[in-house]
């Protein structure tokens, strides 16, 4: 078992928990890359969402708090990441990295149930068009999009 970070654990530091359809929230449905290379910040991420759900300034506030949510979820996951590679691999016993992905894992859920609550209060004050744009922007996650980094 490799001591590095598991790849499901990769993809949910992402994009503080881009495995879950929710995590759509965390994938622009064009990407705007900085570089070839390069992924996207969470900054970036943010900026993208809300332009392709074309976020009205009536909404701004509900925004303002998915955004934040992101943010957070992605600190969680930036923090958790920084505690894994403290760890010496050598050290690392089959237990302590299955904890830690328990660890991943459990603040996924966390993060999921706090951005879908506060997703939910923004997607219930839309328009029925524009819950279609945001349908769009989730139903394209997956597709041509780059990992987050924070």
Same mark, same amino acid.
């Given at each position: 078992?490799?001591?590095?970070?598991?790849?499901?654990?990769?993809?949910?530091?992402a994009a503080g928990l881009?495995?879950?359809?929710?995590?759509?929230?965390?994938?622009?449905?064009?990407?705007?890359?900085?570089?070839? &290379?390069?992924?996207?910040?969470?900054?970036?991420?943010?900026?993208?969402?809300?332009? $392709?759900?074309?976020?009205?300034?009536?909404?701004?506030?509900?925004?303002?708090?998915?955004?934040?949510?992101?943010?957070? $979820?992605?600190?969680?996951?930036?923090?958790?990441?920084?505690?894994?590679?403290?760890?010496?691999?050598? &050290?690392?016993?089959?237990? &302590?990295?299955l904890l830690t992905y328990?660890?991943?894992?459990q603040a996924h859920v966390?993060?999921?149930?706090?951005?879908?609550?506060?997703?939910?209060?923004?997607?219930?004050?839309?328009? &029925?068009?524009?819950?279609?744009?945001?349908?769009?922007?989730?139903?394209?996650?997956?597709?041509?999009?780059?990992?987050?980094?924070?």
């Amino acid at each position: 078992m490799s001591h590095k970070l598991p790849r499901a654990a990769l993809l949910l530091l992402a994009a503080g928990l881009s495995l879950a359809p929710l995590a759509a929230m965390a994938q622009p449905a064009a990407p705007a890359m900085t570089a070839p &290379d390069k992924p996207e910040t969470i900054e970036q991420r943010i900026a993208s969402l809300k332009a $392709n759900m074309q976020i009205t300034l009536d909404e701004t506030d509900n925004w303002n708090a998915v955004a934040a949510v992101m943010r957070a $979820n992605t600190a969680t996951m930036e923090q958790l990441a920084a505690v894994k590679r403290a760890q010496p691999a050598a &050290d690392m016993t089959a237990l &302590d990295d299955l904890l830690t992905y328990q660890a991943f894992a459990q603040a996924h859920v966390d993060g999921l149930v706090k951005l879908t609550a506060s997703f939910t209060v923004l997607y219930n004050q839309m328009p &029925d068009a524009q819950k279609k744009v945001a349908d769009g922007v989730f139903r394209s996650f997956g597709r041509a999009h780059a990992p987050v980094k924070g």
